[in-house]
C-alpha cells in the first residue's frame, strides 16, 4: 500500500522540523508532503532544507483549503491512504501504523485518533471540551455515529474518501463537517485511542473569540451536510 501523510502548517517553522523527524523516525513507512498555507514565516524553507516535498500555495486558503489540497496530491498520485497529520507537534507519528492497521481489520473509511477514549495525555483546554462535547453529541444526533473527538485533526482515510474529499471538502474548521458529511456518504469511520501533546510552538488558528462563531458556524454547516442528498453520489467502490 502506498501511504501518505498530509501536513498543513501555517507558520510553523518553529514545529515543522520536529514533526518530519519524529515521522522519518516513527512512521517510515509512510510518505509525506507539508502543505504551506501561504506562511508568512520560513515554514517552507525549513522543509525545503530538510528535504521535504512542500506545495506552497499562494494565499491562506485556511485548513479546510490545504488539507484538501493534500487530498488533491493523494489522488494524483495514487495513494492507497492518506492522513492529516497537524504540523504544530500535537500529533504523535508513532501512531500511525496502529492506525493503518486498524483501517485495514476494521475494513473502514476512516480513522480518527481520539485522545478522549483512555483520557490520556493532553486533553485540550477546558471551554474546547465543552464544545467537543456539544459537537459529537451533534454528530450523534445527525447521523446516530457516536465519536468521542470530533475535531480530532489526525485521521487515515482510504482511497475512497480520498477520491470524494479531493473533489469536495468543507473550507472552514473542517474536521466535524468533513465526519458528517463521509458518514452521510456510507463510510465507515471508527475511532482510536491516541495520547495527544500541546503544540510545541506557535498558536492555534482558533482564537477565543473565534469560538462562538465556531460553533454556531459549524452546527449549521453539519446539519447542511447530513440533509444534503448525497447518497445521490455515494462512494466510489
Known sequence: MKNLVIIPAWNEAESIEGVIAELRRDAPGFDFVVVNDGSTDSTSNVCRRLGATVLDLPVNLGIGGAVQTGYIYALRHGYDTATQLDGDGQHPASALPAMLECLRVEDADMVVGSRFIEKKGFQSVPLRRVGICFLSFWVKVLTGTTLTDTTSGLRMASRRLIRAFAEEY????????????????????????????????????????????????????????????????????
Open 170 to 237: 468543507p473550507n472552514d474548521y473542517p474536521e466535524p463537517e468533513s465526519v458528517v458529511r463521509a458518514l452521510s456518504l456510507g463510510a465507515k469511520i471508527v475511532e482510536m485511542s491516541v495520547e495527544m501533546r500541546s503544540r510545541s510552538a506557535g498558536q492555534s488558528s482558533i482564537s477565543m473569540r473565534k469560538s462562538l462563531y465556531y460553533m454556531v458556524k459549524v452546527s449549521a454547516a453539519m446539519a447542511m451536510a447530513r440533509f444534503y442528498n448525497w447518497k445521490k453520489k455515494g462512494l466510489d467502490k
